[in-house]
């Protein structure tokens, strides 16, 4: 079996000082597994699940927080780093689905003072701005996660989106972090989704997919999993020939081969 | 951990009115705004009156409350109004933009209180909801300036690619015009000639005014600044048409008149210029350095006769061009 260091290695993290498993290896801010909002469900990662997850496909991501240091109550940031923690391991979990691993997950972020409004976005365009107006000159994928959002829940720039990092769709509005956890972690997994290339499972508003499974496709608007799936934690599937596409994106690496 | 849950699908709006106007936790009644925003009713107009007038409503829930009702041409007494009440800057800013979506000549006085930090992202916006206000009612005020020579991207030619515009059946246009119409309650836009591109991934559409359109189309470019025209953008997510562009002109006194292309946000992306003679009206276009826009080169021959706009060119650099603004990069965690 590979080693871990072998895999952070392989993932370009610098394994000269001391490496986290939790932090390196998994992405968590906190360098902890985060905590399942279900407070009847315990969180589980596994090592080998991702080592494994990285030998096969897989992408990066940058998840970019905007203006967190202006939220209502800085106390809470540690509750809003464990929710984006969430969204990464449970964006893991739905893309595993189909064989698509999440390698390294790399954490920036931009004060409210820079961020200059673009921390509160309130249509199509300023998300277009922000996503156009910075980018992490690497091969991850851009995820800005905004204090606020007003009147919907994320966007994408293109789908699919750009692997040209000075292009102007080379990143997805992934969220608003005054979401609930759930709903957060769903809408971050669905915009990397169409970031990769994948479209809705059904046709525009009021139309939701006709079967239980379309409504539980992670690419089903939310209204269509709380209306005619099982609720937006249920609403998490994939199908291989999504699978498919995503894997054809390219942002997506090759498996790590050692 | 979790704070809140997401409210249930089947929730009524009269409960979520009373989750809003009630005394729960911002983060709460905030979520209750959302859904009821996101439905779309109309019963929500009265919770979002008062809760823009409110000064001690939440910043995060008046902004939100201006944001919906700037986007009601029926409800501009109401941003005026707001305008009295003291707001944060975030609020103002909000009013500003939905005053220069819907509002009347009436606002540029009351927007001329707004007092923002002096070249911040908000007081770019305020200023161009002034201009917006302006050039739809052809006022003359608050004009955007013609980009310095120096500003206007230049790039290889060699290895630009080809934008092709197609031409939309006036149908087309108009099985969207409803979506249209709520995104740009204050404009009027043509179902004729309006053409159709795609920039990289994304689809967008350029939709001329309606007043330049027909007989009093050059009278109008040529006499009195104007909206002359709007590029929309297609989102698959969530779905619908947002106005990715406006397109201002600015009329000269040879006979040429020069446009301006700007993102919602008032930066200016685009300019060019249109020559206008007796049938056919020249038009060419070129990305001003800002890191929103690849930077292309455009022409095309308006015939105001016939209403029909024909691309004779559009190309477009695959990437940035030498000395182009640079997308900033966000500081590591």
């Not at chain 1, 905590?35 to 990285?54: K, M």
């Not at chain 1, 940031?77 to 390294?104: C, H, P, S, W």
């Not at chain 1, 309130?122 to 800005?144: H, M, Q, R, T």
């Not at chain 2, 009295?84 to 979506?101: D, F, M, S, T, Y």
């Amino acid at each position: 079996m590979a080693s871990v260091k072998s895999i952070v290695n392989c993932l370009g993290i610098d394994t000269g000082g001391t490496v986290s498993v939790l932090g390196d290896l998994f992405g968590f801010i906190r360098r902890r597994v985060p905590a399942d909002p279900d407070g009847t469900v315990t969180a589980r990662v596994s090592v080998l699940g991702q080592i494994r997850g990285v030998q096969q496909n897989h992408i990066h991501v940058n998840v970019i927080r905007v203006g967190f240091d202006a939220l209502a109550d800085p106390a809470d940031l540690d509750d809003e780093f464990e929710k984006i923690d969430y969204a990464t391991y449970r964006m893991r979990n739905i893309y595993a689905q189909v064989n698509l691993g999440v390698g390294r997950v790399w954490h920036y972020f931009i004060p409210a003072a820079d961020a200059d409004g673009m921390d509160d976005i309130a249509s199509g365009d300023e998300a277009d701005d922000l996503i156009a107006k910075w980018s992490v000159p690497n091969v991850g994928v851009d995820a800005f996660v905004v204090r606020n959002i007003d009147g919907f829940l994320g966007m994408a720039s293109g789908i699919p989106g750009s692997c040209d990092k000075e292009s102007k769709e080379d990143g997805v509005l992934a969220g608003d972090i005054g979401r609930g956890t759930e709903g957060f972690a769903r809408t971050f997994a669905h915009e990397i989704g169409h970031h990769l290339g994948l479209e809705h499972n059904h046709g525009g508003r009021p139309d939701c997919p006709d079967t239980l499974n379309g409504c539980n496709n992670i690419m089903a608007q939310t209204r269509c999993a709380t209306s005619c799936g099982g609720g937006i934690r249920a609403a998490s599937l994939l199908a291989n020939g999504q699978g498919s596409d995503m894997r054809g994106h390219c942002a997506v690496r090759n498996g790590c081969d050692v | 951990m979790d704070k809140h849950k997401e409210l249930p699908a089947d929730i009524h709006d009269r409960d979520l009115m009373a989750v809003i106007a009630g005394d729960r936790p911002e983060y709460r009644r905030r979520d209750a705004m959302q859904v009821l925003l996101s439905r779309g009713s109309e019963i929500s107009l009265p919770v979002l009156r008062e809760t823009l007038l409110s000064q001690d409503a939440p910043p995060d829930l008046r902004s939100m409350a201006a944001v919906m009702l700037g986007r009601d041409v029926s409800q501009e007494r109401v941003l005026l109004d707001a305008l009295k009440v003291p707001a944060e800057p975030a609020v103002l800013r909000r009013i500003a933009q939905g005053l220069g979506r819907i509002g009347s000549p009436e606002a540029l006085d009351a927007m001329s209180k707004v007092r923002l930090k002096s070249g911040s992202r908000a007081s770019l916006n305020v200023g161009f909801a002034r201009s917006l206000i302006s050039y739809r009612h052809g006022l003359g005020q608050y004009l955007i300036p013609r980009p310095a020579d120096a500003d206007i991207l230049r790039f290889d030619h060699k290895k630009a690619v080809s934008l092709a515009f197609e031409t939309l059946k006036p149908a087309e246009v108009k099985k969207i015009m409803p979506q249209i119409n709520r995104e740009l309650p204050a404009i009027k836009l043509s179902e004729k000639a309006a053409m159709c591109f795609s920039c990289l991934n994304s689809q967008l559409w350029l939709l001329l005014n309606e007043e330049m359109v027909g007989k009093q189309a050059k009278q109008r470019a040529t006499e009195s600044n104007a909206v002359m025209a709007v590029v929309l953008k297609y989102d698959h997510c969530p779905a619908g048409w947002h106005a990715f562009e406006y397109i201002f002109s600015n009329p000269n006194r040879d006979n040429t008149i020069d446009i301006v292309g700007l993102r919602p946000s008032g930066v200016i992306t685009h300019f060019g210029q249109v020559r206008a003679d007796k049938k056919d009206a020249v038009v060419s276009l070129q990305t001003v350095n800002s890191p929103y826009a690849l930077p292309m080169a455009f022409e095309a021959i308006y015939n105001t006769d016939k209403v029909a706009l024909k691309v004779t060119r559009a190309i477009s650099s695959t990437g940035a061009a030498e000395g182009q603004i640079r997308p900033a990069v966000p500081k590591p965690a």
